[in-house]
């Protein structure tokens, strides 16, 4: 069985410059945990759960570091940390959205995008046509898929 057998075709999906507070209220209405952020192309650029936006209430992880004569030494790079504000503090889909979005083929077998989705530990993989989105798989998809068969 193909992915687009199994796919959901009419997929929610949200723009960069949208707000975090639009996609609360998205996610919500359509009870759903996750979306993926699109281009005025329809390509995937990122994607957005409720993982992302939990993460703006986790506590701030500060590299290790030692004091001499009052000045603080980094043992790390300070750019995680750069990156966790920016993603605490984002207003818009941008800045807190995973840009290292895994996508499937709609011509992929369910197997395949079943061990994409448990080897990288993730809910839902957008299904693409040459890079263009035409549909989402999450896991309760294929659960159902099996159940059929």
């Known amino acids: 069985m193909q992915a687009k057998e199994i796919m959901t075709k009419d997929v929610v999906v949200t723009k960069m410059d949208n707000t975090v507070e639009e996609v609360v209220k998205i996610l919500v ?7 993926p952020v699109v281009n005025e ?26 004091t001499i004569l009052d000045s603080y030494i980094f043992l790390e790079s300070t750019n995680n940390l750069k990156e966790q504000i920016k993603k605490m503090v984002g207003y818009k889909v941008e800045d807190v959205m995973t840009k290292d979005v895994i996508t499937a083929e709609e011509d992929d077998n369910i197997e395949d995008v079943a061990t994409l989705m448990a080897n990288n530990k993730i809910n839902r993989i957008p299904i693409v046509r040459n890079g263009i989105l035409v549909g989402i798989i999450s896991r309760r998809d294929i659960i159902r898929a099996y159940a059929r068969d």
């Open 29 to 35: 209405e359509n009870n759903i945990s996750g979306l």
């Open 41 to 66: 192309e329809n390509k995937v650029v990122g994607i957005i759960t409720e993982g992302d936006l939990i993460y703006r209430s986790k506590k701030l992880q500060l590299p290790s570091y030692f």
